[in-house]
């Protein structure tokens, strides 16, 4: 507490105070909400020693300064009988503070002046314009629990926001706010603007905005819906996280990117619509987003995600049932789907030039013990030049691949080959759709796919290099449909569980006789079918 005859006074004059309403006895005595807050008032400007603080007596102060900084009062509602103080008082770390009334001929503003009033919970103000002139930048409400907002002791639900006085933090945490209008002509919706309205159902945005700021709508837990104007480029990072009433959202066309946690933990988010135009989606865009079963992803975005180990985009999404990445999509970065449990299905597109850590796993397992086989979507689709890619994309760490349970090869050239080492280790692999115009086999591209239990290679084989499929030790057959062997390196077809190869019948004695395909002489078999 500041000691008596720290703060200013003002005493002349004293006699003639008045309001602009009716001439008023400065010998009257205020009668204090709080007795913490009258003591310490007493301490500091009792000026005639009665030990109470009459009408002049708090006129005549014309600044608090630091006195209540730090204390144990629960308000300060009396606060418009010092006419003479137009500075807020500094009220850091009045952790017991639940009310404030403040004046209308409070003109300065400090930004940390509510910093620590945890349990801050209704303020009353004369007129909003004393809150757009000021009071919202020393941010009373600054407990997630938020608080109310009163004019003249009337609660304050519907707000109109001029030109002009759209600012940061505007309306942060005033949990009575129940309908809020743009006027025409506002461009941007500010930082932390309505950042904890968890009561705020509708806002009206007119076409004239451009940009929504970070965290602009941030745990605005009761807004269900939000039109977003086609004029809108720029939707920053956080801005509807936490509004768990959103059931749908149509982003407009000329919005270039979905930022950092944008949507992150709207759990009654069921559909997105993503228009093409998009360019990249930041990490945990759509995370713990419950209710989202489907999304498609345009053309234009290139990147999903980002590069360095964080949480991925549509991580704990665990309705999403469909993804269509459409080519174009480029780059798929770590652990985009962890958590989607019902994500069985995914074709990556031609276009694909990169895929992070994990990008393809379903969940993440907190040690190598703890690996499974539905750890990883169970079905990829995928063009030959991207096979090698999946290394990565199912991987938990570096070495521990958590191979899907199927892979279909989408043809899209002439011929193709299966690259050297493309699937190595993928002992969860049980199989394999290889359509016409295969021709080589790399070097061990399927070794040690411990699970997969067959293998129909097309006529257009040319060639099994070394060790391709040693370590199959599941295979039930192995087809081979070219009426010529195929160049067969030595040992490539070692540790197959002895299975029977099927060739075409006219060929059975060419393959027994041919190079290296003599070792397995006892196995080559006529096709069944």
């Not at 057959?477 to 040992?491: D, F, V």
């Amino acid at each position: 507490a500041q000691i008596k005859g720290a703060a200013n006074y003002l005493l002349e004059n004293v006699s003639d105070f008045t309001t602009d309403e009716e001439p008023v006895d400065p010998n009257e005595l205020i009668t204090f909400k709080d007795d913490l807050t009258e003591l310490y008032c007493v301490s500091n400007w009792d000026t005639d020693g009665d030990e109470k603080i009459s009408r002049g007596e708090a006129a005549a102060v014309t600044d608090i300064g630091t006195v209540f900084k730090g204390t144990d009062i629960s308000s300060f509602d009396e606060l418009e009988y010092f006419t003479g103080v137009t500075s807020l008082p500094d009220f850091t770390d009045c952790k017991y503070m639940e009310s404030i009334s403040v004046p209308g001929q409070i003109t300065s503003f400090g930004g940390n002046s509510f910093s620590g009033c945890v349990k801050l919970k209704s303020v009353n103000i004369p007129s909003l314009s004393i809150w757009f002139g000021g009071l919202y930048s020393a941010r009373p409400f600054i407990s997630s629990k938020g608080g109310d907002l009163y004019v003249n002791g009337e609660l304050v639900t519907d707000v109109s926001v001029p030109v002009g006085l759209m600012k940061q933090y505007l309306f942060s945490y005033v949990t009575s706010l129940r309908c809020v209008t743009l006027e025409e002509g506002t461009t941007t919706i500010d930082y932390g603007a309505f950042l904890g309205c968890s009561n705020l159902t509708e806002i009206a945005i007119p076409e004239t905005v451009t940009t929504i700021g970070d965290g602009a709508f941030m745990n605005c837990a009761s807004l269900s819906g939000v039109n977003l104007p086609e004029q809108i480029t720029s939707i920053n990072g956080y801005a509807f996280k936490g509004c768990t009433s959103i059931e749908s959202v149509v982003l407009p066309s000329n919005l270039s990117t979905i930022n950092v946690q944008t949507f992150y933990g709207c759990s009654s988010l069921m559909n997105v619509v993503i228009p093409d135009g998009v360019t990249g989606i930041g990490y945990e865009a759509f995370r713990n987003c419950i209710e989202l079963d489907n999304v498609v992803i345009p053309g234009s975005v290139k990147t999903i995600g980002i590069l360095s180990q964080s949480h991925g985009v549509f991580e704990g999404c665990t309705s999403l049932s469909s993804i269509i990445l459409s080519e174009g999509v480029e780059r798929l970065y770590f652990h985009t789907f962890i958590g989607c449990t019902s994500l069985k299905t995914i074709s990556l597109p031609e276009s694909i030039i990169e895929v992070g850590q994990g990008a393809l796993l379903v969940r993440n397992a907190t040690n190598v013990n703890n690996l499974l086989p539905s750890d990883c979507i169970q079905t990829i689709e995928v063009y030959p030049n991207n096979v090698s890619l999946l290394g990565d994309a199912c991987s938990w760490a570096i070495g521990y691949i958590v191979s899907p349970k199927n892979i279909i090869i989408r043809k899209n050239s002439l011929t193709y080959s299966l690259p050297d080492y493309s699937l190595k280790d993928f002992s969860y692999l049980e199989s394999i759709i290889l359509p016409s115009g295969l021709t080589s086999v790399g070097v061990q591209a399927l070794k040690n796919c411990s699970a997969l239990k067959t293998v129909d290679f097309p006529s257009t084989l040319r060639a099994i290099e070394s060790e391709a499929l040693v370590g199959c030790g599941s295979l039930e057959s192995i087809m081979l449909r070219s009426s010529t062997p195929p160049a067969l390196a030595s040992g490539a077809l070692n540790n197959t569980n002895n299975c029977p190869i099927y060739v075409p019948a006219s060929s059975v004695e060419t393959y027994r006789t041919a190079e290296n395909w003599s070792n397995y002489a006892d196995r080559i078999q006529c096709d069944p079918s």
